[in-house]
């Protein structure tokens, strides 16, 4: 059974930092590529960052270059979220999910609450 287990969320004032990490378990990790999301109040869940098999590569959503890293850690089957400078547009339940080849898993974890105060 997959499952993606996210924490490290909170309430945290404009500009400050927050490291989100998503436990997976249920498949073989190493194999898939692995991905952050975020979905805010009334609006789609939208692609944030991701991780390639191996770390060695990685992609950002344009709103969160320069401000936040990807990382994974294969042998604790954990994949992280360094967030700096956060504003209140970042504001949202961030999720993690899996990627094989270029197809995103159907299913979700509960997701980490993160909420930016002005």
């Known amino acids: 059974q997959v499952q993606l287990v996210e924490s490290g969320g909170g309430l945290v004032q404009s500009g400050k930092s927050l490291t989100l990490s998503c436990v997976a378990s249920g498949f073989i990790f190493r194999n898939f590529n692995m991905g952050w999301f975020r979905q805010a109040p009334g609006k789609e869940r939208q692609f944030v960052a991701r991780?390639?098999?191996?770390?060695?590569?990685?992609n950002y959503a344009d709103s969160v270059k320069g401000r936040f890293t990807i990382s994974r850690d294969d042998a604790k089957k954990t994949v992280y979220l360094q967030m700096n400078n956060l504003t209140p547009d970042d504001t949202a339940v961030y999720y993690c999910n899996r990627q094989y080849g270029h197809v995103w898993a159907s299913n979700w974890g509960q997701g980490t609450q993160v909420t930016v105060s002005s």
């Open positions: 991780v390639l098999i191996g770390g060695g590569d990685t």
